[in-house]
C-alpha cells in the first residue's frame, strides 16, 4: 500500500508499510510524496563510508535536497525488512545509483534502523557495510589517480 499517512483513507499504515511506501516513493522519484513520511524533526545518519566520516541530515530540507539528488542519479533501492519490533525496524538495503553504476560498484549494501512516531519516520541510521564502502572509496581513490 503506498499511502502517506495524511492521506484521507482512515487505515493507520504498519511501521513496515511506512518503510516500504517511502522507499516505494522514492524509487519513483516521487519525492513530495516520499517526504510525508517523515517527521519535521527527522534525523537521517549515514555511518561507516569511512571510520570517521558521518553523514548527518537533521530537517526535511535537506532531506529534500538528499532525495532530489537521488531523483537525478536515479538511484535504486531494495529493501529486505530484517526485523520489525516496535517502533523500529530493521533493513538490509541495496542501493544503486548513476555513480555506483558507473565506478562498477553498484549496488552499496547497507543496513538501515528506522525509528517510526506517529507514523512518520523520526530517525534513520543508514551503516554502509565495510565491504561496500571498501569497494567505493577504492574505486574513487582511482578515478582521483
Known amino acids: 500500500m503506498n499511502m502517506p499517512e495524511n492521506s484521507r483513507e482512515t487505515y493507520k499504515l504498519s511501521t513496515i508499510e511506512i518503510v516500504s511506501a517511502n522507499l516505494n516513493a522514492l524509487n519513483a522519484g516521487e519525492v513530495n510524496t516520499t517526504l510525508e513520511y517523515y517527521a519535521e524533526g527527522v534525523k537521517f545518519e549515514v555511518i561507516g563510508i569511512t571510520p570517521e566520516q558521518r553523514i548527518t541530515i537533521t530537517s526535511k530540507t535537506q532531506l529534500r535536497i538528499l532525495f532530489e539528488e537521488f531523483t537525478t542519479q536515479h538511484s535504486r533501492f531494495e529493501v529486505d525488512i530484517l526485523n520489525a519490533k516496535g517502533n523500529y525496524v530493521t533493513t ?30 523520526t530517525r534513520i541510521r543508514r551503516t554502509i557495510h565495510p565491504e561496500s564502502a571498501a569497494k567505493l572509496l577504492s574505486a574513487l581513490t582511482h578515478i582521483q589517480e
Do not use: E, F
Open 92 to 121: 538490509k538495503i541495496l542501493i544503486w545509483s548513476d555513480l555506483t553504476r558507473r565506478l562498477g560498484v553498484a549496488p552499496l549494501v547497507a543496513t538501515d534502523q528506522y525509528l517510526i512516531n506517529n507514523s512518520k519516520i
